[in-house]
C-alpha cells in the first residue's frame, strides 16, 4: 500500500527533481506531510482517492501515508514524540482511549480553537470527543467509531413468536427469557465481557472510576454500578456463557455460529465470521441497537474508534492540519464510513450509513457512545484488569458489594499516578 502511496506522491514532481522537491511550476519546494494511519483502517481505495484530491487541492503538499501495526505502536509512538520531528510523523492515528498517555507531558498540539472554530466538535460523538480530551483541551480530533450492537438470529426470533427487535431493558429481559428454552440460548454472553457491563454501570449513570482534585479512584462499588452489574447478572444468566471468561474465550462467533443461541453482544462484522464458520445462517442474521432504560434511546456503549493527533515537534504544521481538517470533514468521513463500515464521527453523519442494517444499528448506539476514564494510566487498569475478575466473584455467587468495594481499590491503586 505504502509503495502505492509513494507513486502517487513521486508521479507529481519527479520527473526533475526526485520525490518531494520541486513544485509543478519549477518554483519553490514542495513539502511532504507524513501521516502514520493503522493497518486495514482505510482501504487501499480510500488512499489513493484521498490522496489524489489532496495534492490537487494543496498542490504545495505531498502526502506520505505510512502504515503501522497495532502490535507495539504505544513505544513507536512515544518515540516520535519525543524526537527533533525533522523525520517524523506530522498527523497520527491513534485509539481513543489512547489519547491521554500522548497527550500527557505536552507533546502534542491543542486543537481545541479548530475543533470548535472550524471542525463541528459540538457534533462530534462523544464516545471519541470525551477520550480526546486532556486536561480540558482537545487534542484528538475524532476519525470514525465503532461499537457493540446485538446480532440476533431472526428465525429463532420468529420462531418464539418475537415480531420486532427489545428497545427497553424490560423487554430486552423478557424476550431472552422466552428465547432461553428448548435447548436454546437466550443469548451468549461471557461472564467477564466488561465491555458490555460497561454500558450498563454507564445507563444507571454510573462509572468505573471518576476523578476529583487530579487524583483518579475505582467507583464500580458506587449504587448505579451496582445496578449495571445486577442486570448483567441477569441477562448473563439466560445463557451458559463461561463466567470465568471474556468474549474471547473462545470465541463467541465460533460459538454463535455452532451452537443454537439466539443472541450475542459484538460489533456488527462479527457476523461475517459467523456465516463464514456457518453458510446456512446466511439471511438469517439481523441487528439492533443494545437497548437502554427508556424506548426513546439505545443503551450506553462503550465506542471503539480512532482520533487524529498532531505531534507538536511537527514542522509542517499547516500541512498536518490541512489532511485533519480533510480527513474528518463531511465528504471524506463519509467516504470511509461507507467503504469500511464504520460510524462518522458525526451525529448527523448517521444517516449516511443508514442503508446497512448492522451499521445503522451501530451508529444509532454511538450516540450514546462513551469511552474508558481520560487517564493516561487507564492501560494500567485493562492490562491488570480487576473488573475481570470482580465479575466472575459476583456471577459465582459472591457479593456484588464487597466485591465491587475490593475491585475499586484495586483500580484505584492502578490509577495512581505516583505509582509509576
Known amino acids: 500500500m505504502r509503495r502505492r502511496l509513494l507513486a502517487l506522491v513521486c508521479v507529481s514532481a519527479s520527473l526533475l527533481s526526485g520525490c518531494g522537491i520541486l513544485s509543478q511550476d519549477g518554483g519553490s519546494e514542495r513539502r511532504t506531510v507524513t501521516v502514520w494511519l493503522m493497518k486495514d483502517s482505510a482501504s487501499q481505495g480510500f488512499l489513493e482517492r484521498f490522496t489524489e484530491e489532496f495534492e490537487r487541492k494543496n498542490p504545495d503538499l505531498d502526502l506520505d501515508v505510512r502504515i503501522q501495526k497495532w502490535t507495539g505502536i504505544g513505544d513507536k509512538v512515544q518515540t516520535a514524540l519525543k524526537a527533533d520531528g525533522t523525520d517524523g510523523p506530522d498527523v497520527i492515528e491513534v485509539g481513543n482511549t489512547q489519547v491521554p498517555q500522548y497527550a500527557e507531558g505536552g507533546r502534542l498540539?491543542?486543537?481545541?480553537?479548530?475543533?470548535?472554530?472550524?471542525?463541528?466538535?459540538?457534533?462530534?460523538?462523544?464516545?471519541?470527543?470525551?477520550?480526546?480530551?486532556?486536561?480540558?483541551?482537545?487534542?484528538?480530533?475524532?476519525?470514525?467509531?465503532?461499537n457493540r450492537v446485538v446480532i440476533y438470529r431472526k428465525d429463532l426470533f420468529e420462531q418464539a413468536g418475537i415480531t420486532e427487535p427489545p428497545r427497553t431493558r424490560e423487554e430486552w429481559l423478557t424476550a431472552t427469557e422466552k428465547l432461553d428454552s428448548g435447548g436454546d440460548q437466550g443469548i451468549y454472553l461471557a461472564g467477564q465481557d466488561w465491555y458490555t457491563l460497561s454500558g450498563f454501570i454507564w445507563d444507571e449513570g454510573g462509572e468505573l472510576?471518576?476523578?476529583?482534585?487530579?487524583?483518579?479512584?475505582?467507583?464500580?462499588?458506587?449504587?448505579?454500578?451496582?445496578?449495571?452489574?445486577?442486570?448483567?447478572?441477569?441477562?448473563?444468566?439466560?445463557?451458559?456463557?463461561?463466567?470465568?471468561?471474556?468474549?474471547?474465550?473462545?470465541?463467541?462467533?465460533?460459538?454463535?455460529?455452532?451452537?443454537?443461541?439466539?443472541?450475542?453482544?459484538?460489533?456488527?462484522?462479527?457476523?461475517?465470521?459467523?456465516?463464514?464458520?456457518?453458510?446456512?445462517?446466511?439471511?438469517?442474521?439481523?441487528?439492533?441497537?443494545?437497548?437502554?432504560?427508556?424506548?426513546?434511546?439505545?443503551?450506553?456503549?462503550?465506542?471503539?474508534?480512532?482520533?487524529?493527533?498532531?505531534?507538536?515537534?511537527?514542522?509542517?504544521?499547516?500541512?498536518?492540519?490541512?489532511?485533519?481538517?480533510?480527513?474528518?470533514?463531511?465528504?471524506?468521513?463519509?467516504?470511509?464510513?461507507?467503504?469500511?463500515?464504520?460510524?462518522?464521527?458525526?451525529?448527523?453523519?448517521?444517516?449516511?450509513?443508514?442503508?446497512?442494517?448492522?451499521?445503522?444499528?451501530?451508529?444509532?448506539?454511538?450516540?450514546?457512545?462513551?469511552?474508558?476514564?481520560?487517564?493516561?494510566?487507564?492501560?494500567?487498569?485493562?492490562?491488570?484488569?480487576?473488573?475481570?475478575?470482580?465479575?466472575?466473584?459476583?456471577?459465582?455467587?459472591?457479593?456484588?458489594e464487597s466485591e465491587a468495594g475490593k475491585a475499586s481499590d484495586r483500580i484505584t491503586e492502578l490509577l495512581d499516578l505516583d505509582a509509576r
Do not use: C
Not at 118 to 133: C, I, N, Q, Y
Not at 228 to 253: K, N, S, T, V
Not at 347 to 368: I, R, T, W, Y
Open 209 to 400: 472510576a471518576v476523578e476529583a482534585g487530579g487524583a483518579w479512584t475505582g467507583a464500580l462499588d458506587s449504587e448505579e454500578a451496582l445496578r449495571g452489574m445486577d442486570f448483567y447478572r441477569e441477562l448473563q444468566a439466560l445463557g451458559d456463557g463461561p463466567l470465568d471468561a471474556d468474549e474471547e474465550h473462545p470465541p463467541q462467533a465460533g460459538v454463535f455460529a455452532q451452537g443454537r443461541v439466539a443472541q450475542i453482544v459484538s460489533v456488527p462484522g462479527l457476523a461475517q465470521s459467523i456465516v463464514r464458520e456457518n453458510p446456512e445462517l446466511k439471511g438469517k442474521l439481523g441487528f439492533f441497537p443494545v437497548p437502554g432504560k427508556n424506548a426513546d434511546k439505545p443503551g450506553a456503549v462503550f465506542t471503539g474508534g480512532s482520533d487524529l493527533v498532531v505531534p507538536k515537534n511537527t514542522d509542517e504544521h499547516d500541512g498536518a492540519l490541512a489532511v485533519v481538517e480533510a480527513l474528518v470533514g463531511t465528504k471524506w468521513n463519509t467516504d470511509l464510513a461507507r467503504t469500511m463500515n464504520y460510524v462518522p464521527n458525526k451525529k448527523s453523519l448517521a444517516k449516511a450509513v443508514a442503508d446497512e442494517e448492522g451499521v445503522a444499528a451501530m451508529a444509532a448506539g454511538a450516540a450514546q457512545g462513551r469511552a474508558t476514564p481520560g487517564t493516561p494510566r487507564w492501560g494500567a487498569v485493562e492490562a491488570d484488569n480487576p473488573i475481570k475478575d470482580y465479575m466472575t466473584k459476583v456471577l459465582t455467587g459472591g457479593d456484588a
Open 109 to 146: 498540539m491543542d486543537l481545541t480553537l479548530e475543533s470548535m472554530r472550524d471542525w463541528g466538535s459540538d457534533d462530534w460523538l462523544p464516545g471519541l470527543t470525551e477520550p480526546g480530551r486532556w486536561l480540558s483541551q482537545q487534542y484528538g480530533i475524532p476519525w470514525y467509531a465503532a
